[in-house]
T-cell receptor, first 114, second 115 residues
Framework: DSGVTQTPKHLITATGQRVTLRCSPRSGDLSVYWYQQSLDQGLQFLIQYYNGEERAKGNILERFSAQQFPDLHSELNLSSLELGDSALYFC?????????????FGPGTRLTVL | AQKVTQAQTEISVVEKEDVTLDCVYETRDTTYYLFWYKQPPSGELVFLIRRNSFDEQNEISGRYSWNFQKSTSSFNFTITASQVVDSAVYFCALSELTSGSRLTFGEGTQLTVNP
């Protein structure tokens, strides 16, 4: 158990809908990352937050947004869902958010868009 | 731009065999970090090791060992005396000092250890 929690574990929804994925980092970690794992794209970095502020952005679609709250939990919002958004979404956390940090991953949320 | 290549898509071995997973990376940074993660069938990503670009010393942890060679831009992972529980997808990843802490992952190698 990495100490990172993600809810829900599974999510099934329809195209055009909006969903919210939630992540709680390990105790003491200030930085949160979101990654998407799909069969065609592999594991891709989406976005990083550090202590409530956006720090880095990767291949995140405009339909997706995220935030980190004062209690350091984070939410990833996916809207206008398409079939291609079906994937495993991971949240990770690290202490400082630097490039040398070990990132500890949550169990993931499997999103299925029908 | 940073890139990680794991050319072995799938490897199948018999228990107790040694197996090496290859990882080749590309980066323009002089300061970077390399990682290995394990993804068992249950799906979570488990951190295994981190190396920085200035430390080429090989590392051994139990049955696991890592060989980092800057000259060939490789960071290979060897499992000695493999066990069925080692069956998983293994990912090599890279982060660069100038690109922040985003991890760039390779495509992964599916390792199957048969009894």
């Amino acid at each position: 158990d990495s100490g990172v929690t993600q809810t829900p574990k599974h999510l099934i929804t329809a195209t055009g809908q909006r969903v919210t994925l939630r992540c709680s980092p390990r105790s003491g970690d200030l930085s949160v990352y979101w990654y998407q794992q799909s069969l065609d794209q592999g594991l891709q970095f989406l976005i990083q937050y550090y202590n409530g502020e956006e720090r880095a952005k990767g291949n995140i679609l405009e339909r997706f947004s995220a935030q980190q709250f004062p209690d350091l939990h984070s939410e990833l919002n996916l809207s206008s869902l398409e079939l291609g958004d079906s994937a495993l979404y991971f949240c990770a956390s690290s202490v400082e958010g630097g490039s040398r940090d070990e990132q500890f991953f949550g169990p993931g949320t499997r999103l299925t868009v029908l | 731009a940073q890139k990680v290549t794991q050319a072995q898509t799938e490897i199948s071995v018999v228990e107790k065999e040694d197996v090496t997973l290859d990882c080749v990376y590309e980066t323009r940074d002089t300061t970077y970090y390399l990682f290995w993660y394990k993804q068992p069938p249950s799906g979570e990503l488990v951190f295994l090791i981190r190396r920085n670009s200035f430390d080429e010393q090989n590392e051994i942890s139990g049955r696991y060992s890592w060989n980092f060679q800057k000259s060939t831009s490789s960071f290979n992972f060897t499992i000695t005396a493999s066990q069925v529980v080692d069956s998983a997808v293994y990912f090599c990843a890279l982060s660069e000092l100038t690109s922040g802490s985003r991890l760039t992952f390779g495509e992964g190698t599916q390792l199957t250890v048969n009894p």
